[in-house]
T-cell receptor, first 111, second 113 residues
Framework: NAGVTQTPKFQVLKTGQSMTLQCAQD?????MSWYRQDPGMGLRLIHY???????DQGEVPNGYNVSRSTTEDFPLRLLSAAPSQTSVYFC??????????FGEGSRLTVL | GENVEQHPSTLSVQEGDSAVIKCTYS??????FPWYKQELGKRPQLIID?????GEKKDQRIAVTLNKTAKHFSLHITETQPEDSAVYFC????????????FGTGTRLQVTL
């Protein structure tokens, strides 16, 4: 499935804590992105990157930071976790303008 | 940005019947339309996609049709089976960034025996 690996798969945080969700791909794809999935809200784009050194905001970027220092990795950082960030997070990767594939997802609970 | 609307939100069909899910998009420059299937507790999986230079694409029991003039595209599943039960998402790219997908809100398909 295009080799998109996310860690951790599950995480529980307390309000105010910070953490990083990791996403790695081994197919040398240019495009990577992060989505969150909430019941009834579908999949919403948080941040995306069209290549190393290039990132941009999606629909719901507040409270999240990203960086793309290498083609392979695209970590998502939560600076100060809030209960509203309880969600399932999916990383996505693929060739630019090509087929895009999801990682297995990371379920985050913020208490 | 792109706006994608998906209907219906839920769909129940009997095994062997056909199912149709429809999506509309707002950006006339969009040229790539994928469909994803998500089973309970799993990641969305790409099942079929279509580019704007064709009007229809088939892969066994699934097909996608595209009407660029009306800005809508549809997923057709024939001879439905219980394993087709899942949530289906359509998507379209935002203008200027081919891979920046906006998703519909999903259709929960239930295939009953």
């Amino acid at each position: 499935n295009a080799g998109v690996t996310q860690t951790p798969k599950f995480q529980v945080l307390k309000t105010g804590q910070s953490m990083t969700l990791q996403c790695a791909q081994d197919m040398n794809h240019e495009y990577m992105s992060w989505y969150r999935q909430d019941p009834g809200m579908g999949l919403r784009l948080i941040h995306y990157s069209v290549g190393a050194g290039i990132t941009d905001q999606g629909e719901v970027p507040n409270g999240y930071n990203v960086s793309r220092s290498t083609t392979e990795d695209f970590p998502l950082r939560l600076l100060s976790a809030a209960p509203s960030q309880t969600s399932v997070y999916f990383c996505m990767a693929g060739p630019y303008a090509g087929e895009l594939f999801f990682g297995e997802g990371s379920r985050l609970t913020v208490l | 940005g792109e706006n994608v609307e998906q209907h219906p939100s839920t769909l129940s069909v009997q095994e062997g019947d056909s199912a149709v899910i429809k999506c509309t998009y707002s950006d006339s420059a969009s040229n790539y339309f994928p469909w994803y299937k998500q089973e309970l507790g799993k990641r969305p999986q790409l099942i079929i996609d279509i580019r704007s230079n064709v009007g229809e694409k088939k892969d066994q029991r699934i097909a996608v049709t595209l009407n660029k003039t009306a800005k809508h595209f549809s997923l057709h599943i024939t001879e439905t089976q219980p394993e087709d039960s899942a949530v289906y998402f359509c998507a379209a790219p935002s203008s200027g960034t081919a891979s920046k997908l906006t998703f519909g809100t999903g259709t929960r398909l239930q295939v009953t025996l």
